[in-house]
């Protein structure tokens, strides 16, 4: 394995010298590549290595990947260099903790899947940085296949230190928001639930408000998002065969074990054989939970708060987003704070593409007047430049996976459990706030 490491290395050198030696549209989209996630990154040397190695695999030059267009036009090389090269396209970006330090490997798993990895050691893995190295940190790195067991580092590493349960949950939403293409790459099962409960999620949205949008106070839309997600709930236990009961923490934690064990822990629990059955057969539903919505408080405390839900887009919260739709109505009312409020909403990320094409749809002409007098631009028309002006407030037109998507069980537990760790600290702070004199 050594010698295939030490080749991996002097290819991918090869791969990132033809990325680097390119001109014309390859550098343009490295370019603009880079930009985009230096917009959520801190740009030290590292993470612009960072960026480069995964533009090899994850960039787009004309519908192609650079190593794809590498692979196309490297003559030089044999089959077996070739067929190493082709692995590479398993190639993906993970929050990884240590949890084994070997003589020439690392055991490492992926925070966002809970797989674990054998990953080699190489001559370009400095001494001096693997020295500090210590079971249970964690790094944001590259992992490329060797074969269908061994990994190695593609990447520079960026080491992020023994992280408590609330910084651990920071950096895996942080992972979340700048590289969200990547959130499951080595589980695609989970991408694919993940994504089925947005679609289920919508459907009960609808079902338990009668409409895919409407406006209500602040606070009567908390308390009705708790009642749906506590019917969700409680459906979800049902389809399992579960009685609702029962504490579903224990249940999902014996999930992963296998049947004979699992069906023993469910009977002592009290969950009779025919719901066992249900429930062995249904672990897969159970492997993935719903994340609480907690509406964060200028939602709760506005007056009002326009909600829109999607099967892609999920759910979108705006406050005071009525007074903007009656003013599109009648725009000749107010036609100044109807250009602020198109330029608030242009600016704020809730309003995404999928909103301003509903505005679009629903009043094209004063969607268009308003944006053409907001942006002082006469011969701007909806239907050609819209699209281009969501793109330049960085509302692209492919959803990403919503916060309100399914995750896995271990992520579940981990943000609970940051949470209460977090309000705990908190209260701990009140109470010595509260002590005066010699108390």
Not at 253 to 265: I, L, M, R
Not at 304 to 316: D, E, F, I, L, R
Not at 393 to 418: M, R
Request: charged share 25%; hydrophobic share 40%; glycine share 4%.
């Amino acid at each position: 394995m050594p010698e295939t490491v030490e080749k991996a290395l002097e290819l991918k050198q090869k791969l990132i010298d033809f990325v680097y030696d390119a001109e014309g549209e390859m550098a343009i989209a490295l370019e603009s590549y880079a930009a985009a996630k230096g917009k959520h990154n801190s740009y030290g040397i590292k993470q612009q290595n960072l960026t480069i190695d995964l533009f090899t695999t994850a960039g787009n030059v004309n519908q192609q990947t650079p190593l794809e267009m590498f692979l196309a036009s490297a003559t030089d090389l044999d089959s077996q260099e070739l067929e190493l090269i082709r692995l590479w396209q398993g190639n993906f970006i993970g929050l990884f903790e240590i949890q084994a330090i070997e003589t020439d490997s690392y055991q490492l798993m992926n925070w966002l899947t809970a797989k674990t990895y054998q990953v080699c050691g190489h001559s370009l893995l400095p001494e001096k940085e693997t020295q500090r190295w210590q079971p249970g940190e964690i790094i944001l790195a590259i992992l490329a296949p060797l074969d269908s067991a061994q990994w190695f580092f593609f990447s520079d590493r960026i080491i992020k230190g023994r992280l408590s349960q609330p910084k651990l949950a920071v950096a895996i939403g942080e992972f979340r928001d700048n590289y969200p293409d990547f959130l499951y790459a080595d589980a695609p099962e989970l991408l694919s639930q993940a994504w089925s409960s947005v679609a289920v999620y919508h459907q009960q949205f609808v079902e338990h408000f009668g409409s895919d949008h409407l406006t209500l106070p602040g606070y009567k839309l908390n308390q009705e998002i708790g009642k749906l997600q506590q019917k969700m709930s409680q459906k979800k236990l049902a389809e399992a065969g579960i009685d609702s009961s029962k504490s579903l923490a224990d249940v999902l934690t014996e999930a992963g074990k296998e049947q004979a064990e699992f069906t023993e822990v469910a009977e002592d629990l009290g969950i009779n054989a025919q719901a066992v059955d249900k429930l062995v057969a249904n672990q897969d539903k159970l492997s993935m939970a719903t994340p609480k919505l907690d509406l964060p408080p200028e939602i709760k405390q506005a007056e009002t708060v326009t909600a829109y839900s999607h099967p892609k887009w999920g759910q979108m919260f705006l406050p005071g987003f009525d007074r903007f739709i009656d003013l599109l109505n009648s725009p000749g009312n107010s036609s100044e704070e109807l250009s602020l409020l198109a330029g608030k909403y242009l600016e704020k990320p809730e309003a995404n593409y999928y909103v301003w094409q509903q505005l679009a749809q629903e009043y094209p002409s004063a969607t268009e007047k308003v944006l053409q007098e907001h942006l002082k631009r006469n011969n701007f028309q909806l239907e050609s430049d819209l699209a281009d002006l969501l793109i330049e407030y960085n509302k692209p037109s492919t959803p990403e996976l919503p916060a309100i998507a399914s995750v896995p069980i271990h992520l579940n537990n981990l943000f609970e459990a940051a949470v209460a760790q977090v309000q705990k600290t908190k209260s701990k702070s009140k109470k010595k706030k509260k002590k005066k004199g010699f108390q």
